[in-house]
């Protein structure tokens, strides 16, 4: 069993920057997938960004390529999220995800992870 526990979210102001993290407790594979989903009210759970961490390969959605990087202290088993240049359509609740088996045509989809932390609100003034 693995616990995900989020930190790092808040309000800022468009145009600034907020750093998540996601810190596992309990076994990770080396092989495992971790993302970060949001989920604006209203909205579906959408994919933000992923990170194999066999390779290190990583993965984004459209809108936020340029301005947030996904990456990992693996000493640490925390997963990070630094976010730049942060607009108002950002606004959402972060959650950060695990799967110790995902295969890589699911990892844009929530419902295949296994571990969810517990979500952080963003918030990003115009």
């Known amino acids: 069993q693995v616990q995900l526990v989020e930190s790092g979210g808040g309000l800022v102001q468009a145009g600034g920057s907020l750093r998540l993290s996601c810190e596992a407790l309990g076994p990770t594979s080396r092989s495992a997938t971790r993302s970060w989903f949001r989920q604006a009210p209203g909205k579906e759970r959408e994919f933000v960004a992923g990170i194999r961490l066999n390779g290190g390969h990583t993965y984004y959605r459209e809108s936020v390529k340029g301005r947030f990087t996904i990456s990992t202290d693996n000493a640490k088993n925390t997963l990070y999220l630094q976010m730049d240049s942060l607009r108002p359509e950002d606004t959402a609740v972060y959650y950060c995800?695990?799967?110790?088996?995902?295969?890589?045509?699911?990892?844009?989809?929530?419902?295949?992870?296994?571990?969810w932390g517990q979500g952080t609100q963003v918030t990003v003034s115009s």
């Open positions: 995800a695990l799967d110790n088996r995902l295969i890589l045509s699911s990892l844009r989809v929530a419902e295949h992870y296994d571990y």
